[in-house]
């Protein structure tokens, strides 16, 4: 069975610091991975995904996040915040059977201090 | 190339009406899902249709359909309103099982509240 773990629900950094939001998953399958934010009343935006290629992901707004099947994990990491990355995260893992399924995070909740 | 079109983007119901919500997807994109977002539940999938048939549906009563139209633009509906109904319900697209997982689009969401 397929699972994700969003590690935080809530996550404080400065501005300027590095932000790491972590994600852990179980999948019997190979897994596509996926990292969504969501700003105040706004739909799901795509930041990053894998799917099978480099394990090293980048993604918009200097965003990126690493696959590690060893330790199943695919945390997002960005080196320095800003005050815009305020935003709730979600991470998603995906797997095909017959159509593709996605099980999403229960999300970490960024906030950014001045 | 327009995104994910949900509308109404606001809506105040009352407990026992019924709703219709509104979903154009991305030009092209031939599968839509719906999301019911809330603070308690986080998200959870409503359903999933594909070629105008539903394809995957989640854990929701009977109150809770959709449909989708030949253009791919897909409705939901939600009759006898409860309280609990009241959250932001989110549409998303994506294109043709391709062989790569390209993840959804999408829409700024519907935030309907039941009094």
């Known amino acids: 069975a397929q699972s994700v773990t969003q590690l935080d629900s809530h996550v404080s950094v400065s501005e300027g610091t590095p932000v790491l939001l972590r994600c852990n998953y179980s999948s019997s399958y190979s897994p596509s991975l996926f990292w969504y934010v969501q700003h105040p009343n706004k739909g799901l935006q795509l930041l990053l995904k894998?799917?099978?290629?480099?394990?090293l992901v980048k993604g918009i707004n200097g965003f990126e996040a690493e696959f590690k099947k060893s330790e199943t994990s695919f945390h997002l990491t960005k080196p320095s915040a800003h005050m815009s990355d305020a935003a709730e995260y979600f991470c998603v893992v995906s797997h095909f059977s017959g159509t593709y399924k996605y099980i999403f995070g229960t999300g970490t909740r960024l906030k950014v201090l001045a | 190339k327009a995104g994910v079109t949900q509308t109404p983007r606001y809506l105040i119901k009352t407990r026992g009406q019924q709703v219709t919500l509104s979903c154009s997807p991305i030009s092209g994109h031939r599968s839509v899902s719906w999301y019911q977002q809330t603070p308690g539940q986080g998200l959870q999938f409503l359903f999933e249709?594909?070629?105008?048939?539903?394809?995957n549906k989640g854990n929701f009563p009977g109150r809770f359909s959709g449909r989708q139209f030949s253009n791919s633009r897909s409705e939901m509906n939600v009759s006898t309103l409860e309280l609990g109904d009241s959250a932001l319900y989110l549409c998303?697209?994506?294109?043709?099982?391709?062989?790569?997982?390209?993840?959804?689009?999408f829409g700024s969401g519907t935030r309907l509240t039941v009094v």
């Open positions: 249709y594909f070629s105008e048939t539903q394809r």
């Open positions: 894998y799917t099978s290629a480099a394990t």
């Open positions: 998303a697209s994506s294109p043709v099982n391709s062989g790569t997982d390209d993840g959804y689009t």
